[in-house]
């Protein structure tokens, strides 16, 4: 019995310790984000470049792809269900608002925390265990500054970019399925579209994408820099990184859909 209660509090100081580090990690990307140009010590805006075509435009291709199939998927399930109502023209406004809120911004944010949320661990931890960060630090370079907040602000800028891509590709594939398939007249299927998409069900997606914009790359960044042990070491950070980042998303998804259904944001 004491073996077990051992065991609870050593994973709850665990749990605390590693949120403490991931709050003050964020603290120092504030504080170099916000701080920094006024120091003269902005990040590299060639730094920033990279990480955005890194981590926005080589991922639009696996971007496409999902949200293209995820909007078949959706149209042809909608369509399924609407027939038995005689109701199938609503597939175009299902799909859409269904892309638009939900499906869009958090497939693309799953997509991307596989690939680059992972590829950030990998690269940071690697970083670390073979001492590369600590050479930073003997030449006054601040890793964070040097390193993370490029990252983040890639990331933060990307994301919406991605989701908003993601949102027009699934509503092509459910617009194809839809008139193609469904039988549903090509212009009625674009009016209803846009007839049921209000402005609100694009920025709420928007707003959530930020958030997990944030959410991937800063469990990204501090994977990588707490990585130890080499490379099985850096195998192990990136393996918890993704898996974390994957249900932080979705709690985050859930929170956030309950603040804008009760708040009418």
Do not use: H
């Amino acid at each position: 019995m004491l073996n077990i209660i051992g065991a609870i509090g050593r994973m709850v100081l665990s749990v605390l310790s590693q949120v403490g580090g991931i709050f003050t990690l964020l603290g120092q990307i504030l504080f170099w984000m916000f701080a920094g140009p006024f120091m003269r010590k902005a990040s590299s805006r060639k730094n920033i470049f990279e990480q955005m075509v890194f981590s926005g435009v080589n991922s639009l291709l696996i971007v496409f792809f999902v949200a293209f199939f995820t909007g078949i998927v959706l149209a042809m399930q909608s369509a399924y269900q609407l027939a038995q109502l005689g109701a199938e023209m609503y597939v175009a406004s299902l799909v859409a608002v269904a892309m638009a809120r939900e499906m869009g911004p958090v497939l693309t944010a799953l997509v991307v925390a596989g690939r680059v949320g992972a590829a950030i661990t990998a690269e940071l931890g690697s970083m670390k265990v073979t001492e590369q960060i600590e050479a930073l630090q003997t030449q006054a370079l601040n890793p964070v500054r040097f390193l993370v907040v490029p990252r983040v602000l890639a990331l933060v800028i990307m994301l919406p970019c991605l989701t908003v891509f993601s949102d027009l590709v699934g509503m092509v594939g459910g617009y194809l399925v839809g008139v193609f398939n469904v039988g549903i007249n090509s212009g009625m299927y674009i009016n209803v579209t846009f007839k049921f998409l209000e402005l609100k069900d694009i920025y709420t997606g928007l707003i959530k994408s930020v958030f997990f914009a944030v959410i991937i790359s800063l469990i990204g960044c501090y994977m990588g820099l707490n990585t130890s042990g080499g490379a099985e070491g850096v195998g192990r950070s990136t393996t918890v990184s993704v898996v974390t980042s994957f249900i932080l998303i979705i709690l985050a998804d859930c929170i956030l859909t309950g603040i804008f259904f009760f708040s009418n944001i």
